[in-house]
C-alpha cells in the first residue's frame, strides 16, 4: 500500500533558481510529514520536517508546505545550489510509529 | 557518538545461504528500525525495537526473517534461506521515542546481492 507518494521521478534546475518537489499522501492519520535528502553510498539524512497542525515550516534555503485538504506536500529550495543534487524522499508518520516513505525524486541543480 | 554503524557494507551470498547483518544505533536512541530498499524505491519498513522489544512487523517480513535486539543496544537482521529477490540495500535507523518530528538517523546501509 503506497500512502506517500512521489509521482516525479525527477528533476532538473539551474543554480540559484527554485527547486519544488512534490509529495501526496492518503493517510489522513498521519501527523508528521518529513523530508530526507539521500547521496548515493550514504544512508538518508532527515532535512526537514512539518506537523500535521501546521502548513509552512522554514529553515533556511529549505521550506516545506502541506495542504492537508489536499493531501499534498512540497519542498522548496531556494536558492538552489549543485550540492543540493541528490535524491529527495518524502515521510510520513502517524503518532511516532514507523515512518513511511515515497519513492524519491532525483534532483539535479545545473551550475 | 559515531552515529549508526551497520556492518557488513557489502554481502554478496549463494541463495539458498543465510546472513545476518549487524546494526549499532546512536546509544541514547531507545528506538531501532530496519528498512529495505530496492533500486528506484523508498526505504520500506520492516519492523522497528523500543529498547529490547519488537513492537511492530511489517508483512514484508516473511518467516525467512528475523530480527533481535536482545539488550537493547544493538540489532541483528537475519535472513535464512535466502532468493534473488532479496537482493536489496538493509538500511537501519535510531531515534528517541520522545522526540516527534525530528526524524530518523539512518545508518549507510548493508547491500545484499544473491547470486
Keep these: ?3 506517500v507518494k512521489q509521482n516525479s521521478p525527477s528533476l532538473s534546475v539551474q543554480e540559484g533558481r527554485i527547486s519544488i518537489l512534490n509529495c501526496d499522501y492518503t493517510n489522513s492519520m498521519f501527523d508528521y510529514f518529513l523530508w530526507y535528502k539521500k547521496y548515493p553510498a550514504e544512508g538518508p539524512t532527515f532535512l526537514i520536517s512539518i506537523s500535521s497542525i501546521k502548513d509552512k515550516n522554514e529553515d533556511g534555503r529549505f521550506t516545506v508546505f502541506l495542504n492537508k ?3 499534498h506536500l512540497s519542498l522548496h529550495i531556494v ?8 535524491v529527495y524522499f518524502c515521510a510520513a508518520s502517524y503518532n511516532n510509529n514507523d515512518m513511511r516513505f515515497g519513492a524519491g525524486t532525483r534532483l539535479t541543480v545545473k551550475p | 557518538d559515531t552515529g549508526v554503524s551497520q556492518n557488513p557494507r557489502h554481502k ?5 545461504q543465510n546472513v545476518t547483518f549487524r546494526c ?11 528498512y529495505r530498499q530496492t533500486l528506484g524505491q523508498g526505504p520500506e519498513f520492516l519492523t522497528y525495537f523500543q529498547n529490547e522489544a519488537q513492537l511492530e512487523k511489517s508483512r514484508l517480513l516473511s518467516d525467512r526473517f528475523s530480527a533481535e535486539r536482545p539488550k537493547g543496544s544493538f540489532s541483528t537482521l537475519e535472513i535464512q534461506r535466502t532468493e534473488q529477490g532479496d537482493s536489496a540495500m538493509y538500511l537501519c535507523a535510531s531515534s528517541l521515542s520522545s522526540i516527534k518530528g525530528y526524524g530518523y538517523t539512518f545508518g549507510s546501509g548493508t547491500r545484499l546481492t544473491v547470486v
Excluded at chain 2, 554478496?12 to 539458498?16: P, Q, V
Design chain 1, 1 to 3: 500500500d503506497q500512502q
Design chain 1, 69 to 71: 485538504s489536499a493531501k
Design chain 1, 79 to 86: 536558492p538552489s545550489q549543485p550540492g543540493d543534487s541528490a
Design chain 2, 12 to 16: 554478496i551470498t549463494k541463495r539458498g
Design chain 2, 24 to 34: 549499532d544505533p546512536i546509544s541514547e536512541h531507545n528506538r531501532l528500525y530496519w
